[in-house]
């Protein structure tokens, strides 16, 4: 049965590179950021764990994000398994509006792309219109899409600032106009415009 597996990978390694395809292996991945085709469809590593048992062979566990559906699942792969990389495509793309579904317009042929609901749920809290992001396509057909790293967004609710409060003088929860809920430091008031880091939910600047 392990001879077969290691056939088996030997047979699919050689047909990727065969196809001009490239590959990543497990211990390519990086959190957040690999990508690799599996079972048809582009997935997102998200996390993952090396394992070295005791008895057996090494293998890793990690966490998928269909970048299709959104669906989150675990998996578990020997160690060295290799896969294609998704047939994936980025176009910037400008915000336009939302009614059933959220609207696209690609900034270099001038079509409108369509997005649903569950496609944008990681970026709803970053959308405004006239803004410029980056969406991704596979196989030709928009999947998701994502903002800039770094944003400037006003400031629409928030305990008011006390005068003498400084940037090293704690912080406060602030709602931003695209939903977004934020810490932010305590002289920031309502109508401000602030930098945020889009990665990680993080107030960088007041602008």
Do not use: C
Not at 80 to 97: C, I, N, S, T
Not at 171 to 190: D, H, R, Y
Request: aromatic share 12%; glycine share 6%; no cysteine.
């Amino acid at each position: 049965m392990t001879s077969f597996f290691k056939l088996s990978a030997i047979v699919n390694f050689t047909s990727f590179v065969q196809k001009g395809t490239l590959v990543v292996s497990t211990s390519d991945f990086r959190r957040g950021s690999s990508k690799i085709l599996w079972n048809d469809e582009p997935w997102l590593v998200v996390e993952f764990h090396h394992v070295k048992p005791g008895k057996g062979g090494a293998f890793v566990r990690t966490k998928l994000k269909n970048l299709i559906t959104g669906r989150i699942l675990e998996e578990t792969f020997r160690s060295g398994e290799k896969f294609a990389q998704p047939d994936l495509e980025q176009k910037d793309v400008q915000y336009l509006y939302a009614d059933v579904h959220y609207h696209f317009m690609d900034q270099e042929s001038f079509e409108q792309l369509d997005l649903n609901e569950n496609q944008v749920e990681s970026v709803k809290n970053y959308l405004k219109e006239q803004y410029i992001y980056q969406m991704l396509l596979f196989k030709g057909e928009p999947i998701a899409v994502e903002p800039p790293t770094f944003m400037n967004i006003k400031v629409v609710s928030t305990v008011p600032g006390v005068k003498g409060d400084t940037a090293q003088g704690g912080s406060k929860p602030a709602k931003l106009e695209t939903g977004l809920v934020i810490q932010v430091p305590l002289f920031i008031n309502e109508d401000d415009v602030i930098k945020v880091d889009t990665r990680e939910d993080r107030y960088i600047e007041r602008v």
